[in-house]
């Protein structure tokens, strides 16, 4: 099986998934389909398989999205990604860790399907317009339209500015220090006066069912969390290539991202639904 193309490109076929998708169980069963339509394809007549398995990847990624998209509308409360375990390393390729962020992930949910699958096959890994045609269905002109429109957008929603790994670490750093006291003080301290906090519970466990905005409401529902809740312990963890945060709440985890901005949190993610935090035992392999 090591000569297997798709065992070769798996981290890269998954990453594929992952960003069009938003959730790592929905990207397994991508790959699990791609593999099916990999394994019955004439293999001797493709010239190139990372290229096809790519394709393969997208247009089922693709399809799922669609089906997605209708169900999210019915979700209990926010919507967040999965969040992902992954390796300090992945820090270190910027471009990788800046596309599987919690902060980019949001924003491409923010686009339609069609538009989010063009924008992470052109602006992540870089395939070209005639390929992404292929895989969608439309014409290379028409995915030049929609690659720019998609662009636009993003752009004028992710984040301005990237901060350094050390710069990410020592705010971490200064967070869990402040959520460990409880005190309101240092948490207003390390939290920009315009911070936003968005939870996911999913409906099944207790969650902020619409965002918290502003330093005083953040913080307070923060430092409460630790004066109520008996069993409350804090600890790094790396969640899709950045520094974050695991919480226990009683027993019950939270995973929790952070946007930081000149020194300070502008954005705090927090997923609690169970069912995103099956994968936090093993770091995903993922690569471009």
């Known amino acids: 099986m090591t000569g297997d193309p798709f065992v070769a490109h798996r981290s890269l076929l998954f990453t594929v998934?992952?960003?069009?998708?938003?959730?790592?169980?929905?990207?397994?069963?991508?790959l699990q389909e791609s593999w099916l339509r990999w394994a019955g394809a004439d293999q001797a007549q493709v010239r190139d398989p990372r290229a096809y398995l790519v394709r393969v990847v997208a247009r089922q990624a693709l399809n799922r999205l669609r089906t997605l998209a209708r169900r999210r509308e019915e979700y209990v409360g926010e919507w967040l990604p999965e969040p992902?375990?992954?390796?300090?390393?992945?820090?270190?390729?910027?471009?990788?860790?800046?596309?599987?962020?919690?902060?980019?992930?949001?924003?491409l949910e923010t686009l339609g399907p069609t538009e989010r699958a063009v924008f992470v096959l052109r602006e992540v890994f870089d395939v070209p317009y005639g390929e992404i045609a292929e895989a969608i269905g439309k014409s290379a002109a028409a995915v030049r339209q929609i690659a720019r429109r998609a662009r636009e957008h993003v752009a004028a929603r992710r984040p301005r500015v990237r901060v350094s790994r050390s710069e990410q670490q020592a705010v971490v750093e200064r967070f869990m220090a402040a959520l460990r006291t409880g005190r309101l003080g240092e948490l207003m301290e390390v939290i920009a006066p315009d911070?936003?906090?968005?939870?996911?519970?999913?409906?099944?466990?207790?969650?902020?069912?619409?965002?918290?905005?502003?330093?005083?409401?953040?913080?307070?529902?923060?430092?409460?969390?630790?004066?109520?809740?008996?069993?409350?312990?804090?600890?790094?963890?790396?969640?899709?290539?950045?520094?974050?945060?695991?919480?226990?709440?009683?027993?019950?985890?939270?995973?929790?991202?952070?946007?930081?901005?000149?020194?300070?949190?502008?954005?705090?993610?927090?997923?609690?639904?169970?069912?995103?935090?099956?994968?936090?035992?093993?770091?995903?392999?993922?690569?471009?």
């Open 195 to 288: 911070v936003v906090m968005i939870a996911d519970g999913g409906g099944f466990v207790t969650a902020a069912l619409v965002p918290v905005r502003g330093a005083e409401r953040v913080a307070t529902l923060l430092a409460r969390a630790n004066q109520v809740v008996d069993g409350f312990a804090v600890a790094t963890v790396w969640l899709n290539g950045a520094a974050a945060v695991r919480i226990e709440f009683d027993g019950e985890p939270a995973a929790v991202s952070l946007v930081v901005a000149d020194g300070r949190i502008t954005r705090i993610y927090v997923v609690r639904n169970p069912r995103k935090l099956t994968r936090m035992a093993e770091p995903a392999e993922l690569s471009r």
């Open 17 to 30: 998934a992952y960003e069009m998708l938003g959730s790592a169980a929905d990207a397994e069963d991508v």
């Open 84 to 107: 992902l375990l992954t390796s300090p390393d992945v820090a270190d390729d910027v471009e990788l860790a800046e596309s599987v962020s919690m902060a980019m992930l949001t924003v």
